[in-house]
């Protein structure tokens, strides 16, 4: 039968996760930690599965936990979501944006990305039907360039999709932008997607600036979070939506058939986790280590270390190592060399080449210490 996502193959992560396997490779590509979560995490969620929530939590998702995430974001951004009709817990971000783009595009409709983007929004968009518009960030800096992402606005854009701080580039939107981006959509109808999943990551004192801190944005923003990069347990696949409630009521419409709800002990015992807010305001200060361990590692090395602002990547310039382009280098780190890395191409539409490279610092000290002595010796 004829393909719906005829363009699309395996996601570079499980490709280059698989490959790292096969070649034994310190694993920097796919984005996770090789380290355990907080086993106090691990209790709670034991505890609400014996205490006998196993079976399905409202379609919404779990009381306690829409409660801690609206307390959340009201404590560090100041506006207040209600936690009954403005949050829903999702199986990850990926389900959220997902079930987002089902429930708001229609056939034709155009979708803003900014290249480069996380992989999955592209056929998301197909699959509802619509057209990715993909707009880049202006190479180099990966800064957002408005005067083009104005220019790529028609009556047909429902929606444009920003994700701060910025997988893959470990960009941080400034307030300058998040301000300059509210004046931008104030004379339109256009929805906002904001993923968010790394906002518990960003370094040297800088703070995350949500959507929900802007008027003009969260009036029209779907927000969208991932309990898995904030409490190291991707492999979970909680998340949470947060949007007014004429937005939620469209969202959960969708959601409702989708995936109904989320696994219920995950969800109670992130719920009590969350009484103490210490875990992901300390997070921070945690991966800033880790980002300075690796970088002071590669000193010396001949790839040319670009900036993190946020999340648990670092990119790389690796022109001076080989003249091959990025995908092909990727393969020659893995197989020659035992290091797994993600080429910046796969979040590119027409597989942009800038000779630079993703790895991911979620790791424990000695992995990063073992890769960037294999990346010193390239
Ligand atoms: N958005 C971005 C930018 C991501 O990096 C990821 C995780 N790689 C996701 C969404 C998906 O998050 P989750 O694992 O919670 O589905
Ligand atoms: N978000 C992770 C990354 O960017 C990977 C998630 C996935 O494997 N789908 O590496």
Redesign the pocket.
């Known amino acids: 039968f004829p393909s719906k996502l005829p363009n699309v193959g395996t996601t570079i992560f499980t490709v280059m996760s698989a490959l790292a396997a096969e070649h034994k490779a310190v694993n920097l590509g796919q984005?996770f930690p090789d380290f355990g979560c907080d086993p106090k995490l691990l209790d709670a969620v034991n505890d609400a599965m014996r205490a006998g929530h196993n079976q399905y939590p409202p379609m919404t998702g779990w009381p306690a936990l829409r409660e801690a995430v609206a307390a959340k974001i009201e404590a560090a951004h100041g506006r207040q979501y209600d936690a009954a009709s403005e949050i829903t817990i999702t199986a990850?971000?990926?389900q959220a944006?997902l079930t987002i783009i089902l429930a708001t595009v229609h056939k034709g409709d155009e979708v803003i990305v900014l290249d480069p983007c996380?992989d999955s929004y592209v056929p998301n968009i197909e699959l509802a039907g619509g057209v990715a518009v993909r707009v880049p960030l202006t190479p180099g800096s990966f800064r957002p360039d408005f005067a083009k992402i104005a220019a790529a606005i028609t009556p047909r854009t429902r929606l444009l999709i920003i994700?701060s701080p910025h997988?893959p580039s470990a960009t941080i939107w400034t307030d300058a932008e998040m301000r300059q981006l509210e004046a931008l959509l104030a004379p339109t109808n256009l929805m906002l997607v904001s993923?968010e999943?790394y906002e518990h990551m960003v370094y040297d004192g800088a703070q995350h600036l949500s959507s929900a801190r802007y008027p003009g944005l969260a009036e029209r923003a779907f927000i969208v979070s991932?309990f898995?990069k904030t409490f190291h347990v991707?492999g979970w696949?909680v998340?949470t939506v947060a949007a007014p409630a004429a937005l939620t009521a469209e969202f959960r419409k969708v959601h409702q058939f989708n995936v109904f709800t989320v696994n219920t002990p995950m969800q109670a015992g992130l719920a009590q986790y969350m009484q103490d807010p210490a875990p992901y305001l300390n997070l921070s200060a945690f991966y800033q280590a880790k980002r300075d361990l690796f970088v002071q590692g590669l000193a010396g090395s001949r790839l040319k270390i670009l900036p993190t602002a946020g999340t648990y990547f670092v990119c790389a310039d690796v022109s001076s190592v080989s003249n091959l382009n990025e995908a092909e280098f990727c393969q020659w780190l893995v197989r020659e060399h035992g290091v797994a890395a993600i080429p910046l191409s796969a979040f590119y539409g027409n597989g942009f080449d800038q000779r630079v490279v993703r790895f991911c610092f979620a790791k424990k000290d000695e992995t990063l210490i073992a890769a960037a002595e294999r990346l010193r010796k390239l």
């Open positions: 984005g990850g971000a990926t944006i996380y994700n997988n993923d999943v991932s898995g991707t696949k998340g």
